[in-house]
């Protein structure tokens, strides 16, 4: 699910079953990630596990305070300064 798009910026939630071995109706049933795209260096990043759940609380935080574009835009390439995985556009 697409959560944020600008010109320099998307972010994007993946929500995906986790293997069979995982207790059914706990947090472990689902792998869940952000990846982050930096259109204006063409590279991304994956958030998972304890990056993830950091994202997540900011996300929350950004529904409680609705930021300006240029504070998520701020927070964002703090982030994609890690990226390193070119964009593939299938």
Do not use: C
Not at 36 to 65: N, S, T
Not at 73 to 82: F, I, Q, R
């Amino acid at each position: 699910m697409t959560l944020y798009d600008s010109e320099s910026f998307a972010v994007v939630q993946l929500v995906l079953p986790a293997p069979a071995s995982a207790e059914p109706d706990t947090d472990e049933a689902f792998a869940r990630g952000f990846e982050i795209l930096d259109k204006r260096v063409g590279k991304g990043l994956f958030l998972d596990g304890l990056w993830a759940d950091m994202f997540q609380a900011r996300i929350a935080a950004w529904q409680k305070d609705m930021p300006t574009q240029e504070e998520v835009e701020s927070t964002l390439a703090g982030y994609a300064v890690l990226a390193q995985n070119p964009m593939v556009i299938h």
